[in-house]
């Protein structure tokens, strides 16, 4: 069974970062890309960017350039997204999904940021 | 960026009627392989997306043949027939023909 775990809800400090993960399981990491969404509170879906972990390559949204680094590690089967320089427009749940036309998504993390 | 207009906002239906959900593209979705990558999902309350259609007409497995996608070019329709309580949400129309991908803003499909 193809099952993508991300890491817990996060409350953070404006200005600072946050690392989340999403781990793989039930598939072979490597054969798939991996793309990242945003949404918003009460709002739609926004594609943040693509890894592929084989050849670690990564695509940006311009929106999300300097704002979003994404990363894999083969070794564990896990994508993680950092974002940086947080300000209270980056509050919201933030999905992997395995990029084969979006088949498998996480269960979303969310993003609180407040002093 | 290509934009996906997605209508209706909101589609009040009974159940066991039928619904259409219209997403347009402001360019073609015709890669140069000749795919076109327009996708359909279904986000029920409180949980993530989940892939109803691929590349225009393409049933995900597991989803019931109540739901078909129809289109091309700039045009795409999900058609959804004898709605179920289960299918209630907010579906979302997503292209990945041209960078960067794009969604459309959501329909809700709600009880009348």
């Known amino acids: 069974e193809v099952k993508l775990q991300q890491s817990g809800d996060e409350l953070v400090r404006p200005g600072a970062s946050v690392k989340i993960s999403c781990k793989a399981s039930g598939y072979t990491f490597t054969n798939y890309a991996m793309y990242w969404v945003k949404q918003s509170p009460g709002q739609g879906l926004e594609w943040i960017g693509t890894?592929?972990?084989?050849?670690?390559?990564?695509s940006y949204n311009q929106k999300f350039k300097g704002k979003a680094t994404l990363t894999a590690d083969k070794s564990s089967n896990t994508a993680y997204m950092e974002l940086s320089r947080l300000t209270s427009e980056d509050s919201a749940v933030y999905y992997c999904?395995?990029?084969?036309?979006?088949?498998?998504w996480g269960q979303g993390v969310m993003v609180t940021v407040s002093s | 960026d290509v934009v996906m207009t997605q209508t209706p906002v909101s589609l009040p239906v009974s159940l066991g009627g039928q619904a259409s959900i219209s997403c347009r593209s402001s360019q073609s979705l015709v890669h140069s392989n000749g795919n076109t990558y327009l996708h359909w999902y279904l986000q029920k309350p409180g949980q993530s997306p989940q892939l109803l259609i691929y590349r225009v007409s393409n049933r995900f497995s597991g989803v019931p043949d109540r739901f078909s996608g129809s289109g091309s070019g700039t045009d795409f329709t999900l058609k959804i027939s004898r709605v179920e309580p289960e299918d209630l949400g907010d579906y979302y129309c997503?292209?990945?023909?041209?960078?960067?991908?794009?969604f459309g803003a959501g329909t809700k499909l709600e009880l009348k």
């Open positions: 997503l292209q990945s023909t041209h960078f960067p991908n794009t």
């Open positions: 890894i592929i972990p084989l050849i670690d390559t990564t």
């Open positions: 999904a395995r990029h084969s036309y979006g088949d498998y």
